[in-house]
């Protein structure tokens, strides 16, 4: 059974960081690769970032691009979100999906909430 577990969000004010993490389960997690999704409150989904599961290329949506950072360890079957300098539209619940590309299809977690106000 394919399991996707986020956690390390919260409350940060304009300009912080919070790193979240993915623990993932039930299937072979070095085959696949990852993505972040997020939906912001009375929107929806949008794609963040995918990470490759080979060569750990990654790829990251306009606004995120050099304040998020999408990584991955396939000894712990871990997916990781750095983000940094993040602002109120970074206000979401986040979610990591299985599978390649730039969309929001495909298996997610439960998600957790990153709220972003002073």
């Known amino acids: 059974q394919v399991q996707l577990v986020e956690s390390g969000g919260g409350l940060v004010q304009p300009g912080g960081s919070l790193r979240l993490s993915c623990a993932a389960s039930g299937f072979t997690f070095n085959t696949y690769s990852m993505r972040w999704v997020r939906q912001p409150p009375g929107k929806g989904p949008e794609w963040v970032a995918t990470?490759?599961?080979?060569?750990?290329?990654?790829s990251y949506t306009i606004s995120v691009r050099g304040r998020f950072t999408i990584s991955r360890d396939n000894v712990k079957n871990m997916l990781y979100l750095q983000m940094n300098n993040l602002q109120p539209e970074d206000t979401a619940m986040y979610y990591c999906?299985?599978?390649?590309?730039?969309?929001?299809?495909?298996?997610w977690g439960q998600g957790t909430q990153v709220t972003v106000s002073s």
């Open positions: 999906a299985r599978g390649p590309g730039t969309g929001t299809s495909g298996v």
């Open positions: 990470i490759n599961s080979h060569n750990r290329s990654t």
